[in-house]
């Protein structure tokens, strides 16, 4: 059962930066293709980012494009998202899974506020 450990969230001002980790258990995370979602109160799970198996192949909502950066190590099993010029708007709970073949069980995301 593969197990998904977001991390790195907080409370930063708007224009800030945070960086987001995604650890994944099991032996197959560099075959995944993996992906970034957030959940803002009141609202549906939306999708952020979009990064290929190997790295070399990225996606973004039109929301985060020029602000943020999905990357992943698939020697340490872990994917990142670094978050530069923060909005208020970008105030959710941001979740890492897999982005095709259907999703993993959820973990527990990491809570990201943006203060204006």
């Known amino acids: 059962q593969v197990q998904l450990v977001e991390s790195g969230g907080g409370l930063v001002q708007a224009g800030g930066s945070l960086r987001l980790s995604c650890a994944v258990s099991?032996?197959?995370?560099?075959?995944?293709?993996m992906g970034w979602f957030r959940q803002a109160p009141g609202k549906e799970r939306e999708f952020v980012a979009h990064?290929?198996?190997?790295?070399?192949?990225?996606y973004y909502a039109d929301s985060v494009k020029g602000r943020f950066t999905i990357s992943r190590d698939n020697a340490k099993n872990t994917m990142y998202l670094q978050m530069n010029n923060l909005k208020p708007e970008d105030t959710a709970v941001y979740y890492c899974?897999?982005?095709?073949?259907?999703?993993?069980?959820w973990g527990q995301g990491t809570q990201v506020t943006v203060s204006s």
């Open positions: 899974n897999r982005n095709l073949l259907g999703f993993f069980p």
């Open positions: 099991g032996r197959t995370f560099s075959s995944y293709v």
């Open positions: 990064i290929s198996w190997s790295g070399g192949s990225t």
